[in-house]
C-alpha cells in the first residue's frame, strides 16, 4: 500500500493502518507538506479503504495497492471467518 496525504493526517492514517493489522514500512514528508506512507495491509482489510481515506484527509488522500505476497491468516481471524462460515451454512 502507497498512500499520499497531507502531511498533518499522517498520524491518523499510520493508526488506521496498524488497526488493519498493517505493517508501516516507511514514511517521509515530501515538498508541499504531502507524506508518502508505505506499508503492508492484508488485503481482507481493505475493502472500505477509499471512503476511510477520503474522510481522513478530507478528500485530499489518494493511495495504490500492489500485490505483495500470500501470508497465513491469524488463528483468532481464522475462527472468526470459520465462525461465520459455519453460521451462513445454518441459515442456508
Known amino acids: 500500500l502507497e498512500v499520499t496525504a497531507p ?7 499510520t493508526a488506521d493502518i496498524a488497526g488493519k493489522r498493517g505493517q508501516v514500512e516507511s514514511s517521509d514528508v515530501l515538498p508541499g507538506d504531502v507524506c508518502l506512507i508505505h506499508a503492508k495491509v492484508p488485503l481482507s482489510e481493505m ?6 481515506l477520503k474522510s481522513a484527509t478530507h478528500g485530499q488522500g489518494s493511495f495504490v495497492m500492489d500485490y505483495s505476497h500470500d ?3 491469524p488463528p483468532n481471524v481464522q475462527q472468526e471467518v470459520v465462525a461465520a462460515h459455519e453460521h451462513e451454512l445454518q441459515e442456508a
Open 71 to 73: 501470508q497465513p491468516m
Open 47 to 52: 475493502g472500505a479503504y477509499t471512503a476511510q
Open 7 to 13: 502531511s498533518s493526517s499522517m498520524g491518523d492514517l
